[in-house]
């Protein structure tokens, strides 16, 4: 028997390259990071990222291996996974979770090969096996393929949480005649047990101090979340109801607060814009979508479009633009908001500060001859920009109306 470090001739493959690692690793333990140039530091960041994903790769495939054949019982663990949680010191809840996505990739050999290849991050592989299972059983096998190719392809662009919100929306792309109809029954199905869940419950302590505890729709809670963050203090009441039933007034105060009484945030009051077809305003089975990005359903749309304080963007046909050329120095209230139904918030790349937070930026400088249109301005937040107008960062626009920034050499 030979050996070299850790590893040994008789080591398994995947034992042994573990080794190997390990032996490297303990190598470069002590090197310091402060001698690195700006351009390695990029680049042994982002390949300690890939290799990370490879290394889960690789776990996940042992941990699948393991619960298999039950290597816990030698120890009367009750599962695999509860042996390796006691033994590496993890949690269970932790273990029990990779453990899951690891059968999962069992049955999503691309996905497997992916992350295995370090074109694909773990929560983002946890992201697309889970969109794609949670498809209708009467979803065929065929369609399951391209949605989870679909998934695999958008996963070079976006992160798992912009993935996530793909994942519930990819039968619209691989399978729209069923994907609307879907959609709308799951969406319904959603807010009908959110209805019947609504509660409000306050709790004065005695001292000047109101506490409260409530659940309500995700809908109404966008619109609730819009309000507070034009309002410093907000204070709802209400006494002598139920728990459901003051969660009811809740979501209808929510929907039918006089937005003209709110401050305005970036330009706009806390208005809530439902974007939706004209196929769905007249009794479609397409959804609609609010500036926030919830999705709703169409019957929840058509009711939100008569409330006040909510504004029904309709689309069908040709869009108008709204452009009053340079007539205005300022984007006026109908401008903002149809770019924050466009920009859905800083229109940087990978900024996540909401519409109540941007300003609407000439992407030509007014005073160098620049419209004041939607087509010409784009949202962007106090930070960016800063940037925008900073003579060394440079403006990149890319094709998805998405803008970054390179420093100038």
């Not at 695999?152 to 005649?177: K, S, T, W």
């Given at each position: 028997?030979?050996?070299?470090?850790?590893?040994?001739?008789?080591?398994?493959?995947?034992?042994?390259?573990?080794?190997?690692?390990?032996?490297?690793?303990?190598?470069?333990?002590?090197?310091?990071?402060?001698?690195?140039?700006?351009?390695?530091?990029?680049?042994?960041?982002?390949?300690?990222?890939?290799?990370?994903?490879?290394?889960?790769?690789?776990?996940?495939?042992?941990?699948?291996?393991?619960?298999?054949?039950?290597?816990?019982?030698?120890?009367?663990?009750?599962?695999?996974?509860?042996?390796?949680?006691?033994?590496?010191?993890?949690?269970?809840?932790?273990?029990?979770?990779?453990?899951?996505?690891?059968?999962?990739?069992?049955?999503?050999?691309?996905?497997?090969?992916?992350?295995?290849?370090?074109?694909?991050?773990?929560?983002q592989a946890r992201v697309i096996t889970a969109a794609v299972d949670a498809l209708p059983d009467t979803v065929q096998p065929e369609v399951r393929a391209q949605a989870r190719g679909h998934l695999l392809g958008?996963?070079?662009?976006?992160?798992?949480?912009?993935?996530?919100?793909?994942?519930?929306?990819?039968?619209?792309?691989?399978?729209?005649?069923?994907?609307?109809?879907?959609?709308?029954?799951?969406?319904?199905?959603?807010?009908?047990?959110?209805?019947?869940?609504?509660?409000?419950?306050?709790?004065?302590?005695?001292?000047?101090?109101?506490?409260?505890?409530?659940?309500?729709?995700?809908?109404?809670?966008?619109?609730?979340?819009?309000?507070?963050?034009?309002?410093?203090?907000?204070?709802?009441?209400?006494?002598?109801?139920?728990?459901?039933?003051?969660?009811?007034?809740?979501?209808?105060?929510?929907?039918?607060?006089?937005?003209?009484?709110?401050?305005?945030?970036?330009?706009?009051?806390?208005?809530?814009?439902?974007?939706?077809?004209?196929?769905?305003?007249?009794?479609?089975?397409?959804?609609?979508?609010?500036?926030?990005?919830?999705?709703?359903?169409?019957?929840?749309?058509?009711?939100?479009?008569?409330?006040?304080?909510?504004?029904?963007?309709?689309?069908?046909?040709?869009?108008?633009?709204?452009?009053?050329?340079?007539k205005r120095r300022f984007h006026t209230k109908a401008q903002r908001i149809a770019m924050a139904v466009r920009d859905k918030g800083c229109a940087a790349m990978?900024?996540?500060?909401?519409?109540?937070?941007?300003?609407?930026?000439?992407?030509?400088?007014?005073?160098?001859?620049?419209?004041?249109?939607?087509?010409?301005?784009?949202?962007?937040?106090?930070?960016?920009?800063?940037?925008?107008?900073?003579?060394?960062?440079?403006?990149?626009?890319?094709?998805?109306?998405?803008?970054?920034?390179?420093?100038?050499?």
């Amino acid at each position: 028997m030979t050996s070299t470090g850790r590893r040994t001739d008789r080591d398994h493959p995947i034992v042994a390259a573990m080794s190997a690692i390990e032996a490297e690793l303990d190598e470069v333990q002590h090197a310091p990071a402060w001698s690195l140039s700006d351009d390695d530091t990029r680049r042994a960041l982002l390949t300690a990222t890939r290799l990370a994903a490879r290394l889960s790769a690789l776990e996940l495939k042992v941990a699948a291996h393991a619960d298999s054949n039950r290597v816990g019982d030698a120890s009367g663990a009750t599962s695999a996974g509860v042996w390796w949680a006691n033994a590496s010191r993890m949690t269970q809840a932790e273990a029990a979770r990779k453990v899951k996505l690891a059968r999962a990739l069992e049955h999503h050999e691309p996905v497997s090969e992916a992350l295995a290849a370090g074109g694909l991050l773990v929560d983002q592989a946890r992201v697309i096996t889970a969109a794609v299972d949670a498809l209708p059983d009467t979803v065929q096998p065929e369609v399951r393929a391209q949605a989870r190719g679909h998934l695999l392809g958008a996963a070079a662009h976006y992160d798992a949480r912009a993935l996530r919100i793909q994942g519930r929306r990819i039968l619209d792309v691989v399978a729209p005649e069923i994907g609307e109809a879907e959609e709308a029954r799951q969406l319904a199905a959603e807010e009908k047990k959110a209805e019947q869940a609504a509660r409000l419950t306050m709790h004065d302590d005695g001292h000047g101090q109101t506490f409260g505890r409530f659940m309500i729709r995700t809908a109404e809670a966008d619109m609730f979340r819009k309000a507070l963050q034009a309002i410093a203090s907000p204070k709802a009441g209400g006494q002598g109801l139920s728990p459901h039933g003051m969660g009811l007034a809740l979501m209808e105060h929510i929907r039918r607060y006089p937005t003209g009484k709110l401050p305005t945030a970036g330009g706009v009051s806390a208005t809530v814009v439902v974007t939706m077809t004209l196929e769905t305003l007249m009794g479609g089975l397409k959804a609609a979508q609010l500036d926030t990005g919830t999705r709703i359903s169409p019957g929840l749309a058509r009711k939100l479009a008569c409330e006040a304080g909510v504004i029904p963007v309709v689309l069908g046909g040709r869009s108008e633009v709204l452009d009053v050329g340079r007539k205005r120095r300022f984007h006026t209230k109908a401008q903002r908001i149809a770019m924050a139904v466009r920009d859905k918030g800083c229109a940087a790349m990978g900024c996540e500060r909401p519409t109540s937070a941007c300003h609407a930026h000439h992407l030509v400088q007014w005073s160098n001859g620049g419209g004041t249109s939607v087509e010409s301005g784009v949202l962007l937040c106090a930070r960016h920009h800063t940037l925008a107008h900073h003579d060394d960062y440079e403006v990149i626009h890319h094709p998805v109306g998405k803008i970054s920034f390179i420093r100038r050499e």
